[in-house]
């Protein structure tokens, strides 16, 4: 015989149960991380920096190397612009750089804040009175709350939307007897190719660091290292990545270190849901296709044809994502194309959209357009800052041999 089944009462109690659990639990990352026994991300900043051998050496070539730009822009009394393509690693480094300015000068020597969160908009705040409330400018707020009198170094992350004003940022925390902190605006290199030719930015700015892509070896040793250093104690080793799978990893993730997380989150997650302890072809697959790295790859391989007008169209929907900080509109996109026909646009858009290039959405009369991340990626990538990038890598890997032997050898 079949069992009873439960009376509508204990059949609501055991659901609102099971909601509550999942209230209290959540989805995070940490859902994940513990059914694979990984204490934490191995890219992440707050890790590398307590497990200092994780850092390739590559890695640490680059931030030597900032740190001496840095230090020179500081003794000039100038400032220093960051760029490189997003998932570039940028905000790691930066993380990394500000952690040991403070432990080798003093705490507050160097100082990171993220501009989307902390400088963006205006908040609101209750000035004691009925109804009443103050409008707070964040960045004016940010300001109050820095100890400029020991921030000597002001490291800018996603600074794309705020660098135009970094002349009047500067001029804001000046003050008497105090030097003004060399200021560090991490950007895109779709950001760059705007703010190059500005002459009032130029007169600020001391130099120029550029971050590029990195070998793939680089990428599969940090995942291949991570597994067996970052597992819990008496816990078996799992092979998470069978050959396949950590080629195709590396692979579509173009040599950067922050889509490669993406992508290895993104997995994880699938085959946490999935209940699966290991990453397989088919699990790849359809993560690449779903996130939009399948694409990224025909792009990346000039194996979909994105003529000169559809290219323009898509570095205006990425000028309006990164230095306006906000979705792109098709009105104020088909404004920069004022010499050509609505009909031509209009054509371009719609196998833009039917190649899952872009995505759009409809609110009301309006239209929107956004870019998966790995799109995005890959459209950085082939832009023209690119050759830049590679001029300064070639550059940098030629200087290897003469840094320092204090970054060791992992």
């Known amino acids: 015989m079949s069992e009873p089944v439960e009376d509508d ?38 890790f590398l920096i307590t497990n200092q051998r994780q850092i390739v050496k590559s890695t640490r070539v680059i931030i030597n190397k900032l740190a001496e730009r ?18 570039s690693g940028r905000s790691t480094i930066l993380k990394i750089i500000e952690n040991f300015l403070n432990k080798g000068f003093n705490d507050n020597f160097s100082l990171y804040v993220n501009a989307q969160d902390s400088w963006s908009g205006f908040t609101t705040e209750e000035d004691g009175n009925d109804d009443h409330f103050d409008r ?13 009198q020991n921030s000597r170094i002001i ?13 009047q940022y500067c001029n804001a925390i000046k003050l008497d007897g105090f030097k003004v902190p ?16 500005n002459e009032r930015l130029s007169k600020i700015f001391g130099d120029v660091f550029w971050l590029g892509i990195r070998e793939e070896d680089d990428i599969k040793k940090i995942i291949l290292e991570s597994p067996k250093n970052t597992l819990k104690s008496n816990t078996k080793h799992l092979k998470f990545f069978d050959d396949y799978s950590l080629n195709q990893i590396v692979n579509y993730s173009f040599g950067l270190p922050g889509l490669t997380s993406f992508f290895i989150l993104s997995c994880l997650k699938t085959a946490y849901q999935a209940s699966s302890n290991k990453i397989e072809r088919k699990l790849i697959k359809r993560v690449a296709d779903i996130e939009g790295f399948t694409l990224a790859k025909k792009i990346i391989d000039r194996n979909l044809n994105l003529d000169g007008t559809k290219y323009k169209i898509l570095v205006e929907i990425l000028r309006q994502y990164y230095i306006d900080g906000e979705r792109a509109e098709r009105k104020k996109i088909i404004s920069q194309f004022s010499n050509m026909a609505r009909s031509t ?3 371009h858009f719609k196998d833009l959209v039917n190649e899952n290039v872009i995505q759009q959405d409809r609110i009301g009369l309006r239209v929107y357009y956004t870019i998966q991340k790995p ?28 840094i320092d032997q204090t970054i060791g050898d992992v």
Do not use: M
């Open 182 to 197: 060399t200021f560090i605006y991490c950007i895109t290199n779709v950001t760059y190719s705007y703010v190059i030719n």
């Open 9 to 46: 009462e204990s059949l609501d109690l055991t659901v609102k149960e099971a909601f509550n659990r999942g209230v209290i639990r959540g989805q995070s990352q940490s859902n994940f991380f513990e059914f694979f026994d990984f204490i934490g991300n191995p890219f992440d900043s707050s």
């Open 136 to 148: 707070i400018d964040n960045f004016q707020q940010w300001v109050k709350e820095v100890d400029f």
């Open 345 to 347: 646009l209009a054509y």
């Open 155 to 167: 490291l800018v992350d996603d600074a794309d939307s705020f660098i135009s004003h970094a002349v």
């Open 375 to 402: 799109i995005r990626c890959a459209l950085e990538l082939i832009d023209l800052g690119l050759a830049e990038i590679e001029t300064r890598n070639e550059s940098d890997i030629n200087e290897i041999v003469n």
């Open 70 to 87: 840095i230090g020179a822009c500081h003794k000039n009394e100038r400032h220093l612009i960051l760029v490189g393509p997003e998932c």
